[in-house]
């Protein structure tokens, strides 16, 4: 393969495009080339076909339930299922991606037996669903792994740590659409520019502050929360000049929004278990890990409130795991809770 010499390094990268930042190498991961980066500059195609979709829902008559349930028993909308269907459809043409495990699946999809498929995709395709009719931020979640053997793909192939993880990344469709990845190290954040149809390097190296004063959760629950999550809560809200409480509460119900906001501004994002579902209702393979990998990757922490997200074994595709992610501190705190103390 030919190599691809990168431009030399420029004052401002700020405006290339996300497929040049891709095809350089600029990612973090300038050894990769050819597979990998036709696999992630497959994800940019099928971000822009879905966003054009979610931009025109209102008018497209693809707003509403398709009358079906999906694996989780849930009622799926007709941009779940359209969306899920593009990412298959794109995934599935350059047969870099041996096959690919979604929300909207119970099993996982084998898209392509060529020797070079070299790699395993897990994604929510539509995450906020709730949200879609009501014209507030939705978005897609994706984590990549490595097929490291030479044999037919399985199963097993996607039930690896999220330290596996080989990129992860997330489009949130917002008052702008946006695509935030990682390959490991370093956060960027690409922004659409309808008007020409790219996405354009807006956010280069996005840091997460150490700590931050927002708090974000569904409290509609808190009935259910245990006691440590519970006396957490009292303490985020407690009043004390010095560690700036109360904090300010922000919860949008999509987690791809919840958890972008926090990347941005710093503060904490849970979805704990609780005493019906000691599990909590996030997906372990195509919600938590692809954010507990872009939170380490810039510099915060992701946790079950026990665990390290991206330590654990999964056993099962559609998996939950009790989900606590943001600043460094605040994910600090949490855990200080769950063990029983107060920070
Ligand atoms: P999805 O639309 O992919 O099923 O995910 C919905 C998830 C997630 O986006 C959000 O954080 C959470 O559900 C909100 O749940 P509650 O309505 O229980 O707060
Ligand atoms: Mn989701
Ligand atoms: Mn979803």
Redesign the pocket.
Known sequence: MDTYEPAPNLESRTGLTLETYILEGMLGRPEARGYFTSLLSSLALAAKLVTSRVRRAGLANVLGYTGDE?V?G?KV?KL?REANETLMRVLSRRGVCAAAAS?EEEEMRVLSTAPHAKYVMMF????????IDVNIS??T?FGVLRKEHDGPVEEKDFLKPGTKLQAAGYVIYGSSTMFVITTGDGVHGFTYDPTVGEFLLSHENIRVPERGTTYS??E??SSRWTDDVKRWNAWVKGDDKATQRPYRQR?????????HRTLMRGGI?A?PGDVKAPEG???LLY?ANPFAFLFEAAGGAASTGTERILDIVPTELHQRVPLALGSRGNVADYEAFVRGETP
């Open positions: 999906n989780q849930e909308q779940d929300e929510d395709p539509l995450d906020g669903s709730s949200n939705i978005g979640i959760i569904n509609g629950n919860y949008v119900g999509t987690l791809v929004a919840d958890a994002f979805y209702k996030l997906r919600e």
